[in-house]
Antibody, heavy 122, light 110 residues
């Protein structure tokens, strides 16, 4: 059974770069059937898709965040990572990683991490 | 990409049926049969309930069903139960090869 676990600092200073890692266990990140996504949820608000990456390194980003986002993959560690630069208080949110199924579930996100809270504050 | 439009809240009594709408455009909901629905209880990660408009993943009760007409998708929950009280989000694949979420709907079971 595939599981995802986010890790990274819970507090980031304004203007700095937020960095998170998602570790995939119970399955291979190199499976061609999936994209690996980052999604966030500000306190009391809805879900916002940030971007996803294929195991080959191909990436797609939310246009509203594209200038600040970098998603990378390390297949040797079965991990993928998020970097969000020049953060402000508006980037305070619970950050989730999720598996996005291409062919089996029509871009449905069927496995999610538990989420990690990131607060942007000095 | 603009968020899909969902009602902020819906409510129903146990045993009743409710429907949550999700309105997009021909570039997302209307253009692809890649609409998903997620259930999120407070403090928990979202759970996939429906994919490809109307398909249920293994383990999701058949009380949950999905449909689509034009640019609007719908999630129907029949035989409402107390544990169905949660936030529900729709999502659609878009012409930009990316997904977009709806704003979310809070379901209250009276």
């Amino acid at each position: 059974q595939v599981q995802l676990q986010e890790s990274g600092p819970g507090l980031v200073k304004p203007s700095q770069t937020l960095s998170l890692t998602c570790t995939v266990s119970g399955g291979s990140i190199s499976s061609g059937d999936y994209y690996w996504s980052w999604i966030r949820q500000p306190p009391g608000k809805g879900l916002e898709w940030i971007g996803y990456i294929y195991y080959s390194g191909s990436t797609y980003y939310n246009p509203s965040l594209k200038s600040r986002v970098t998603i990378s993959v390390d297949t040797s560690k079965n991990q993928f990572s998020l970097k969000l630069s020049s953060v402000t208080a508006a980037d305070t949110a619970v950050y989730y990683c999720a598996r996005t199924s291409l062919t089996l579930l029509g871009y449905g996100m069927d496995v999610w991490g538990q989420g990690t809270t990131v607060t942007v504050s000095s | 990409q603009s968020a899909l439009t969902q009602p902020a809240s819906v409510s129903g009594s146990p045993g009743q049926s409710i429907t949550i709408s999700c309105t997009g455009t021909s570039s997302d909901v209307g253009g692809y049969n890649y609409v998903s629905w997620y259930q999120q209880h407070p403090g928990k990660a979202p759970k996939l309930m429906i994919y490809e408009v109307s398909n249920r993943p293994s383990g999701v009760p058949d009380r949950f069903s999905g449909s689509k007409s034009g640019n609007t998708a719908s999630l129907t929950i029949s035989g409402l139960q107390a544990e169905d009280e949660a936030d529900y989000y729709c999502s659609s694949y878009t012409s930009s090869s990316t997904p977009v979420f709806g704003g979310g709907t809070k379901l209250t079971v009276l």
